[in-house]
């Protein structure tokens, strides 16, 4: 008896305790992403008409009016030591390759943006370059190291503060280059960090990758795509509403982490559009590109609303009473998905609760 109660006095104590079983996971963080865009867009006003010419006469296709009225980094010749539009690693065993271009430590894969002018009153198309790290240099990134990036410059990428490039520093999400601006669809628009590189000078920066604990939301469907992130979401919904419009695709409607030539993304099922016709009306409506709304209460909030619950949609091939549009009340349940029936229970309506389908956000924003 003696023995059995001192187990016992044993074991309470082991509870009274509170002893916490743990287990650790270490994961290594993304190497980050840079994207390198012109500092300026394409000002040569002869190079421009002739381009909008060849178009309007049905001449180029629309992606290669992109190609013709974008500039583009050329690969420079890589003899001497002094050679320009390179990357090089100086940690450890040097390690070097040509921008744009594919070697050792990864490749720059090129992608057109619609970038909004510092005022808000002009859209052009860009080409930028977006670096992805190899696996070697990954490896390489367990420790500290050293990259080097060294661009030449010309007056046509300078734009005149005299800014030759912009180097964006992000993750696998999708950067925002100029492409979502405040002035359009509100102050809370996601930035990425980008350092102004100017015409014959040095900028150093020092980069720290984390991985920080994402949250699993319920309602949060995200995309399969790596990089999908708010930023994408939100240009998604922007192309959409132009879309909407002018019933075509612009060569900048991508998927995240899609570049060319390859233009898969979101709005496959439309064809590009051709000029004169189609690109004239989407130059006509807000800022050229941005055709939200007129109905009232229409904002950033409701944008991001309905992008979601379109991916949830994707999955339960019904709509829920909850997504209307801006402004709907009951008995009125129009909204975005009116084509779709509303969902019945308890088979779809437990699929969208239970969440077996459905692969939620794994971030706090969408």
């Known amino acids: 008896m003696g023995v059995l109660c001192q187990q016992l006095h044993s074991q309470y104590q082991e509870y009274r305790s509170q002893p916490v079983s743990s287990t650790v996971f270490r994961r290594q963080a993304p190497f980050p992403r840079l994207t390198l865009c012109p500092g300026s867009p394409l000002r040569d006003t002869v190079i421009l008409q002739e381009a909008e010419t060849l178009l309007v006469n049905g001449n180029v296709t629309l992606d290669q009016f992109y190609n013709i009225s974008t500039l583009q980094m050329l690969e420079s010749g890589s003899s001497g030591p002094n050679w320009h539009n390179r990357i090089r690693m100086e940690s450890g065993v040097p390690a070097e390759g040509t921008v744009p271009g594919t070697s050792r430590l990864g490749t720059w894969g090129a992608r057109y943006y619609l970038t909004v002018s510092l005022f808000g009153r002009k859209v052009h198309p860009m080409r930028c370059l977006t670096f992805e790290a190899s696996e070697y240099l990954r490896a390489r990134g367990e420790n500290s190291l050293e990259l080097e990036l060294v661009l030449a410059t010309t007056p046509v990428f300078t734009e005149s503060k005299g800014t030759a490039y912009r180097l964006f520093v992000h993750g696998n999400e999708e950067p925002n280059v100029g492409d979502l601006v405040a002035q359009e669809i509100g102050p809370h628009v996601p930035k990425t960090l980008v ?21 699993n939301l319920r309602r949060r469907p995200c995309g399969e795509e790596p990089g999908y992130s708010e930023t994408q979401c939100l240009k998604e919904c922007l192309w959409r509403r132009l879309a909407a419009n002018i019933s075509c695709r612009l060569p900048h409607m991508v998927g995240a982490g899609v570049y060319l030539p390859d233009m898969s993304g979101p709005l496959n099922h439309l064809p590009l559009c051709a000029r004169p016709v189609q690109m004239e009306t989407a130059s006509l409506i807000n800022l050229r590109r941005r055709p939200c709304r007129t109905d009232p209460g229409y904002s950033e909030t409701q944008c991001l609303k309905e992008c979601l619950w379109r991916r949830l949609a994707a999955n339960i091939s019904c709509r829920l009473p909850h997504m209307v549009g801006a402004g ?12 779709l029936p509303l969902c019945a229970r308890p088979v779809q309506m437990e699929t969208a609760r239970s969440g077996s389908p459905i692969r939620f956000c794994k971030r706090q924003a969408c």
């Open 328 to 339: 709907v009340y009951l008995p009125d349940m129009s909204g975005p998905l009116d084509h």
């Open 195 to 215: 350092q102004e590189l100017g015409a014959g000078q040095t900028a150093a920066m020092r980069v720290t990758a984390r991985l920080f604990s994402l949250i």
